[in-house]
């Protein structure tokens, strides 16, 4: 049992030693890559993970240049106190733990360091040994660049190639990136980079390629920005177009008013300006008219119907275009008339659905005024008039009685109608021969009487 025993406890602290030295960062971490700046220091930082009572320890610094260079040890230690250098002042042991400063970076310094070190545990249960490596890389900090092109007039499009070339004087292991107006220039057909993307070619340059180009420089531990240079081309024409501020325009056809003074204006987009001439059209032949960008037309000199062309040319790019268009004279009308031949078609139709709508109301309101008002029949004479039977009266005997304002209606009767005052209703021997519409309105003002002193 005692052997079984011992074999298992042999075995256990075998596992232990062989899992300990594969998962050795359990005790010792440092950084695999360290960048570092031409003429200043850096620190190869150690985290020790174990305790200093429990354990002997032993630690070294390695160094080589290359791969295929032999290993120099720049210092040795043990337990954090016996300390052993290499002799020269470029390195310094930072104690309690490993970390080892570099205290000049240059291009003698840069290469691979590793650490090697031995742990023992004092109860003699364990021994784990490990090697640790950091590669440092020294760099010159970049300054701002220049951007050179290869052509220091304007260029032609279709024509021309540009050539672009980021200068920079101070920098190691340096990167460069295109920009043009601000924004990452990306490769494709007509743009190709050199190796290092120093030099940016375009061939050939075209109208889109014109903006300010820019290159930005930088390695691990700086970055700088160029200033900006603008590429002008020569283009077009483009998008050529006739305008005028006159007469009313469908499409290619212009009409204007008989005895207007129309200018014509032919606009391309083009550098440089285009040289424009302007063709007459008539009976299968054509004649230059006029030359320069502006048409000047009187119009009672034209016929009915006149067709024209406007050519542009750019002197410098030989290219041209030219685009055909119709003039008609006739009667565009004036003020409203011509403001709404020219767009406002639906204003008449607004104005006569607006008048039919208030001539719908107001007879709306005639009839509601009507059906809750009825009409009334007034005496107007309180006597009866069987009893205004005699002789002639002037009409101001009484006048006090009749005093007041009346209220005239129609009452149905015959087509014809008699006008009546109040005077002839007093002959009338019977009101059933009376079928009249009484349009006067009498009013009765009683006489003054005489002062009798």
Request: hydrophobic fraction near 35%.
């Amino acid at each position: 049992m005692e052997t079984i025993g011992s074999a298992l406890l042999l075995l256990f602290y075998t596992v232990i030693f062989l899992l300990s030295g594969t998962h050795c960062s359990t005790y010792v971490r440092v950084p695999p890559l360290l960048h570092g700046i031409h003429g200043k220091s850096l620190l190869l930082p150690v985290e020790d993970l174990v305790r200093s009572e429990d354990v002997d320890i032993y630690f070294n610094w390695n160094f080589r240049r290359r791969a295929d260079d032999a290993p120099t040890m720049l210092v040795a230690f043990q337990n954090r106190n016996n300390v052993n250098m290499d002799g020269s002042n470029k390195f310094s042991f930072r104690p309690p733990n490993a970390s080892l400063l570099i205290n000049h970076l240059d291009h003698t310094v840069e290469g691979e360091y590793w650490l090697a070190y031995y742990i023992k545990f004092l109860n003699g249960s364990k021994v784990v040994r490990e090697d640790k490596l950091v590669r440092i890389t020294v760099d010159v900090p970049v300054s701002v660049p220049v951007v050179k092109m290869s052509s220091t007039s304007e260029v032609v499009e279709d024509k021309d190639d540009v050539t672009w070339t980021c200068l920079v004087e101070n920098g190691t292991r340096v990167w460069y990136q295109w920009l043009r107006d601000g924004r990452p220039i990306r490769t494709g057909e007509r743009y190709t980079l050199s190796s290092n993307n120093s030099t940016l070619v375009i061939s050939p340059v075209r109208k889109e390629d014109i903006g300010e180009y820019s290159c930005v420089v930088g390695n691990f531990i700086s970055q700088k920005k160029s200033e900006p240079v603008a590429l002008s081309v020569f283009y077009g024409p483009y998008n050529l177009a006739v305008r005028s501020d006159k007469g009313l325009q469908t499409g290619e056809v212009f009409t204007v008013n008989p005895g207007e003074l129309v200018f014509f204006d032919c606009w391309a987009d083009s550098n440089p300006p285009n040289s424009c001439v302007w063709i007459s059209k008539a009976n299968n032949a054509t004649e230059v008219v006029m030359t320069g960008p502006r048409f000047e037309v009187m119009s009672y000199k034209l016929a009915h119907t006149e067709e024209y062309v406007c050519r542009a040319f750019n002197n410098v790019t030989q290219k041209q275009d030219e685009t055909q268009f119709t003039l008609v004279v006739a009667s565009l009308g004036t003020g409203k008339e011509k403001h709404f031949q020219e767009g406002n078609v639906v204003s008449p139709l607004a104005a006569i659905v607006i008048a039919s709508l208030l001539i719908i109301c107001c007879m709306l309101v005639v009839l509601f005024r009507k059906s809750c008002h009825p009409q009334r029949v007034m005496t107007i004479y309180k006597r009866p008039l069987t009893d205004q039977k005699g002789p002639h009266l002037s009409g101001h005997e009484d006048a006090t009685e009749d005093f007041g304002i009346y209220e005239f209606v129609t009452i149905p009767g015959k087509a014809e109608s008699t006008q009546a005052s109040s005077r002839s209703l007093a002959r009338l021997d019977s009101l059933q021969d009376l079928h009249t519409t009484i349009y006067d309105v009498i009013r009765h003002i009683p006489e003054t009487p005489t002062q009798i002193y």
